[in-house]
């Protein structure tokens, strides 16, 4: 077929996470920022279709450092930015704290892609179809940037500014991901991905919730906390069609290619009774 | 950069962020691995990276530089895989195909004496228009079950 | 024949080995894209951006360096600026009207990609725009009408006890082969200078002869075309291929070296031809047993904005609307619309599947209001043998639709595990079909067909047009000649078709090459053998051919096909026997609605088909569970969005076709009634599995959830909608 002049575009490839972090600044500071690559799973397809990105890329892909296994950490579950579907997949710490990030990786794409897309390259890309996001954001998760000055966290919910736009800073890098455990003890855990293909569907809508926290994913530019719905079962709220009223107030979802939003709104409202929680006769 | 694809290694001078899928097609001259969509979607480019299984039309080259990269070429150097492509070709698993090196690339990648699910969902990622499946799966359980 | 009926099949019916089965399993097949020539550069097409208007100019950028390229434009055309099909309606290169987005305007050629991606943005089209027709159930202009009656509707519908009508949608389709559409031209053909050489991806070499015929104003023998390894077709390289080597044979003839054309898959998704979508609306009259006294059917397709293949669709539409029912008075009345969208083509089932859709819908429909079971209602109006049809063709060979209805409820119970509990709503739809084999009507006389066998020292080397993509044409017609002329398989062999080495099989489609080509090839080992006189075994055959061949030098018999004597029809009342032979199929689905997300998913299906004989069995139940699988995909997920008449989600993230994870458990039967005219009993595969897996699955909705669709995809949002 067509092959995109992916042989013109310049990649660097630091030796070590030190060295990228120095690339990064310097690029910064010289007004010519460099795109960040890891497994390649948006940036190829986007090259692919002919979309001209400009600069250089920094590829990240062969920085061990970002990639090690899942670890509980300082009451946390700590992943790596490499860290691939594949890993969360594979790991047993995983599966027991945070199984939905399972559930959600298993859904991501077909194998190839998840032995290739990686956390940091799902929250960096910021699509609100990213499939880890709403497990993420539901989960309380902090994004660890790191850049010359150090290190500083920002919650998940709060990475986002607008549609695909990030507080990340040209010069930092995503480089952990920490989910306290706390939170996740005890709580009941759902995932449901709605993309009406069994395998390899970019969703309609996703949501998210561990125990009372529930977020969802592509019913809006950025994932979204579901704060109204959460606040109403706290307060022990009952009714399934009260907390779909209150949802109807936060989501906005749109038309597109893939569905229509009077769907995905209807849909998420829906999903709601997956809680368990929630009694349709109140 | 250096490449060992099917066991032999290569020294080859292409561009850092060429699509291995074309690397492995130009450089190489190893045609038998496919492109369908470019969206990572169909699979028909698979090839396996290091034993996993890769969709090469979004793999920069230059991150496969080092790795032990398996294609269709290189199945009949190894008796499992010899069998598979036997089974391929008994069980009608190939019609058009076209899918059919990467979709035998994935099945390499199962885990050994796979179940039908198991087989189900390590191949999710390789469309196939031909055959509904059926064939596909025979053939997989025919080699590796 | 009939000598061969009596004496158990050797070759036929049995798995053997597809004869291009090894090169596939080893990646040593080159399909279009893996060839490369010396000095071969690469070819683009410039293609328009509004549906409809006149062409003000075509620009290319001053400030752009065009040294390098090559550049071809309408008045490159040395002949006739027409795509040679049913009319003459359909330029190559567009001159100054637009009637569709993507049309061809240009075409660009350069030594390298990129810059050849760069050239392409640097050419501007200026338009004036018009208003464009894009919704085909409000459009007025008629690409082509017809229309069937038998009996006396007026007096049918007085007869019943009840008059039910329903009217039914579906929508665009895409092929969606894996391999896209792609040729290398090369100047020279043959030894001419002059001549234009095609090859690449197709599955009509000779439509392509014919197209660059008119395209360049040549005589056949200075054309060259060769079909390379085809990575699936169904129908979708019909006649696109045609347009595909006109596009890059002048590129190649300008610019003097070979030019590679492949389609992106996003230019494939816009630009070339998908099923025509289609709304068919059912008048069945109905006595209180359930007996149909009278059916009126009228029914539109879009055509796009040219003819391309339309009458024919719509003609194998409109002869299989009733489904397989008998009643005493029909009408039948079909339009094609022109729309300023990209016109539609060939699909696998060629109409068939969208009108038999609504007749099965249908069916359920007369059932629920007579209040009578839907396999009941089925069983009173089935075609028995001796029925006669809307064409007024009456039904002498064994109709078997009872027997395949039998054998898909008994093996539908025993195939399919139930599943266990679950919070989704389940139900089980049925739909039944049947499908004629070969051209409609004088189609295949007038197509007469030409293949046949040459003899070789060791065995005998098929001389066949018709194509191998994917369906298994080429072993299975090996098998043929190997079993006519009593040799082993291995005996047989076969090569690419290549226009200037094979002769004009007619093209690959229709459920055709079986049955026809099959019996011609038949024919002709039947005549070889006569001349070679008897042997005994494959060493004699040998020793008798190397004698004949020493004698004659070459030995080559070329048949052509004969109308069965009992086949009458007419073109102008369209009555008479339309096909030669009909498959009989009955399809049963098991589907599950998530009552949370609305969506539905098949979870078990069973398809049992009367296809005459399995010539290769395994190669007939891959037909049938590719079709099957290909029409579960129309049904639920396959979704083509247009706007402005042009594909919104062009690409396979948002086309969506099932994957394992969603294909069922397919259980397949083949039921073999063997048809006295066809090879070894052979009637045609291809087509008729995905004739009933929509209506099948719309019908299993309903029983699970009581959602009435009346159109697909069923898409869970439309599902939600029926829902409320």
Known sequence: MGQPATDRIEIVKPQSLRHAIDWLTSAAEDGSPLTLLAGGTDIYVLLNAGVPLQGRFLDLWGLTELRPAPVVSGGSLVFGALTTYTDCIRSALVQKHLPILVQASREVGGVQIQNRGTLGGNIGNGSPAGDSLPVLAAADAQVVLASVNGERTVPLTEFYSSYRKTVRRPYELIVRVEVPLAPLQKQKQIFRKVGTRAAQAISKVVMAAVGPQIAFGSVGPTVVRARKVEAYLREGGRSLAAAQRLLKQEIHPIDDVRSTGVYRLKVAQNLLAELGTLDAHK | MKLTVNGQAHAISAAPGKRLLDTLREDLKLTGTKEGCGEGECGACTVLIDGEAVNSCLVPTCQAEGTKILTVEGLAQNPRWRKLQKAFLECNAAQCGICTPGMMLSACALPPQPTLQQIRVGLAGNLCRCTGYVKIYDAVKKALG | ??????????????????????????????????????????????????????????????????????????????????????????????????????????????????????????????????????????????????????????????????????????????????????????????????????????????????????????????????????????????????????????????????????????????????????????????????????????????????????????????????????????????????????????????????????????????????????????????????????????????????????????????????????????????????????????????????????????????????????????????????????????????????????????????????????????????????ELGPYKSGDDFKKRAKALLKKRGTVVIIDQYEKPGEIEWNDETYQGDAYGAYAWGCNLADVEIDPLTYEARCTAFTSVIDIGRAIHPLLAEGQIEGGTLQGIGWALFEDVVMKNGVMQNANLTNYIIPTTLDAPHIAVEIVENPYPNGPFGAKGVGECPIDGPAAAIVNAIRDASGARLDAIPATPERIMKVLG
């Open chain 3, 1 to 530: 024949m009939s000598k061969v009926k009596n004496r158990r099949l050797k070759v036929v019916g049995k798995r053997v080995p597809r004869t291009e089965g090894a090169d596939k399993v080893t990646g040593r097949a080159r399909y279009i894209d893996d060839m490369q020539f010396d000095h071969m550069i690469y070819g683009a097409t410039v293609r328009t951006t509004i549906p409809r208007g006149r062409i003000v100019s075509v620009e290319r950028d001053t400030a752009f360096d065009w040294s390098g390229f090559t550049w071809v434009d309408h008045r490159d055309i040395p002949g006739k600026n027409i795509v040679a099909m049913i009319v003459e309606d359909q330029p190559f290169l567009a001159v100054d009207r637009v009637e569709h987005q993507t049309e061809p305007v240009a075409l660009l050629a350069h030594a390298d990609r990129a810059r050849l991606a760069e050239g392409l943005k640097a050419v501007r089209i200026t338009y004036q725009e018009e208003p464009p027709v894009l919704d085909f159930e409000t459009a007025t202009e008629v690409l082509k009408e017809l229309s069937i009656a038998r009996g006396d509707l007026a007096a049918g519908l007085a007869l019943a006890d009840k008059i039910i009508e329903g009217t039914y949608r579906t929508g665009h389709q895409e092929q969606l082969y894996i391999e896209t559409n792609g040729m290398i031209a090369l100047p020279g053909a043959n030894g001419f200078p002059e001549g234009v050489t095609a090859y690449g991806s197709m599955q009509c070499p000779y439509y392509v002869v014919k197209a660059l015929e008119k395209l360049f104003r040549l005589d056949r023998e200075r054309i060259r075309v060769v079909q390379t390894t085809t990575g699936g077709g169904f129908g979708g390289k019909e006649e696109y291929p045609s347009i595909v080597a006109g596009h890059a044979c002048l590129l190649a003839r300008k610019a003097g070296v070979p030019v590679k054309m492949i389609y992106e898959r996003h230019e494939d998704l816009i630009a070339t031809t998908k099923r025509h979508p289609s709304i068919i609306t059912w008048r069945a009259g109905v006595k209180s047993d359930g007996t149909l006294t009278a059916i009126d059917i009228d029914m539109r397709l879009d055509g796009g904005a040219y003819m391309t293949l339309s009458p024919v669709v719509l003609s194998r539409a409109a002869i299989h609307a009733t489904g397989p029912y008998r009643t005493p008075s029909v009408r039948i009345r079909g339009r094609v619309m022109k729309t300023n969208t990209p016109p539609n083509g060939a699909f696998r089932g060629f109409g068939a599947p969208q009108s038999q859709f609504a007749a099965e819908v249908h069916m359920d429909r007369i059932a629920e209001v007579m209040g009578i079971d839907p396999i009941e209602l089925r069983r009173r109006n089935l075609f028995q043998t001796g029925d006669t049809t809307a064409t007024g063709q009456v039904l002498h060979d064994r109709v078997s639709a009872d027997e395949v209805l039998d054998k898909a409820l008994a093996k539908h119970r025993v195939a399919h595990r139930r599943s266990k509990k679950t919070k989704k709503l389940a139900g089980t739809g049925i739909a039944m079909f049947f499908h004629g084999s070969g051209f409609t009507g004088g189609g295949e006389v007038r197509l007469a067909s030409r293949a046949g066998v040459e003899l070789l020292p060791d065995g005998v080397r098929l001389l066949v047009g018709s194509t191998e993509i994917g369906q298994g044409t080429r072993t299975m017609l090996a098998q043929i000649v190997a079993e006519s002329l009593e040799l082993p398989y291995a005996f047989v062999k076969t090569i690419d078709p290549d226009t200037a080495q094979v002769p004009d099989s007619g093209p690959t489609v229709a459920s055709r090459t079986c049955m026809i080509v099959g019996t011609i090839l038949q024919r002709a080992s039947a005549k070889l053998r006569i």
